[in-house]
């Protein structure tokens, strides 16, 4: 999957699968994390927040089952 680097402390890139749902963080750590069945909307909510930590934290982390590092 492509990805798309972002400004962000905690998050080096981010990218999405519209077909399948699937959501695909790289963290600056360099642990890759995909997140399965995430809608779109919080696809695009991640890359146009301020703070995209905060917002994984609060609308992605504890919400949709994961599979990682990959």
Same mark, same amino acid.
């Given at each position: 999957? @492509?990805?798309?680097?972002?400004?962000?402390?905690?998050?080096?890139?981010?990218?999405?699968?519209?077909?399948?749902?699937? #959501?695909?963080?790289?963290?600056?750590?360099?642990?890759?994390?995909?997140? /399965?069945?995430?809608?779109?909307? /919080?696809?695009?909510? #991640?890359?146009?927040?301020?703070? @995209?930590? @905060?917002?994984?934290? @609060?609308?992605?982390?504890?919400?949709?089952?994961?599979?990682?590092? #990959?």
């Amino acid at each position: 999957m @492509k990805r798309r680097q972002v400004s962000s402390s905690t998050i080096k890139s981010t990218g999405y699968d519209p077909g399948r749902g699937i #959501l695909e963080i790289e963290f600056t750590s360099g642990e890759v994390y995909r997140y /399965h069945e995430v809608p779109p909307y /919080h696809f695009a909510g #991640l890359l146009n927040a301020p703070s @995209k930590g @905060k917002y994984y934290n @609060k609308y992605i982390k504890e919400f949709y089952s994961f599979s990682g590092p #990959l």
